[in-house]
């Protein structure tokens, strides 16, 4: 199975302050995802990675910025959080040729 | 926009019957996936059908994809109180890197 872990589980944060969540993943999967889940909306994809340095935008990108420097790591920072941004994030990873996504445990962030 | 619409939201059967939830996509894929997620949990992929297939199986599941109608279904069969969860369909558009998540339906299984 994909080990697959998102830091921190918990988060509470003030309106104005950064905030970054970091995915690990234990195998070298090339593709990264991060989404977003709310209710009423389902799961939302914010950016993903397709390799080192190599990211794109999702449906839900503003507000948000994304690093992966090492295969291994997917970093999602909000630069200034807002309360709409209170949300469950979840890191997912691609592990088949098909596009099958293995998801991690989730973050769950508040804005206050 | 959301690509996947599901169908319903919500589902409440007794344990033992069979639970049947729909989703209804725009474009062309190249497949249409299915996902569980138990409360406070991540997703699990749980079957995926290809735009060339018209029905898989896997254990009490089985899953049908009509492309002409952009709709497919999932039927669980038999229902445990463990079924009770959320359930996502996605689809894997031509083109795209990505997944398309539907809103789910909420499938409760009373005893």
């Known amino acids: 199975d994909a080990g697959i872990t998102q830091s921190p589980r918990h988060k509470v944060t003030e309106t104005g302050t950064p905030v970054t969540l970091r995915c690990h993943q234990t195998e070298n999967h090339r593709y990264m995802y991060w989404y977003r889940q709310d209710p009423g909306h389902g799961l939302r994809l914010i950016h993903y990675s397709y390799g080192v340095k190599d990211t794109d935008k999702g449906e839900v990108s503003d507000g948000y910025s994304v690093s992966r420097s090492k295969t291994e790591d997917f970093l999602l920072t909000l630069e200034s959080a807002t309360s709409s941004q209170t949300s469950v994030y979840f890191c997912?990873?691609?592990?088949?040729?098909?596009?099958?996504?293995?998801f991690g445990p989730g973050t769950r962030l508040t804005v206050t | 926009s959301q690509q996947g619409e599901e169908d319903p939201q919500a589902l409440s059967i007794q344990e033992g019957e069979n639970a049947t939830m729909n989703c209804s996509y725009k474009t062309s894929i190249n497949n249409l996936q299915w996902y569980r997620q138990n409360s406070g949990r991540g997703l699990v992929h749980l079957i995926l059908?290809?735009?060339?297939?018209r029905e898989k199986h896997s254990g009490r599941l089985r899953v049908t994809l009509d492309t002409s109608k952009k709709s497919s279904s999932l039927l669980i069969t038999a229902s445990r109180a463990a079924d009770t969860a959320s359930y996502f369909c996605a689809t894997d558009a031509i083109g795209a890197q990505k997944l398309v998540f539907g809103q789910g339906t909420r499938l409760t299984i009373n005893p």
């Open positions: 059908i290809r735009s060339n297939e």
């Open positions: 997912a990873i691609r592990t088949g040729g098909e596009n099958e996504q293995y």
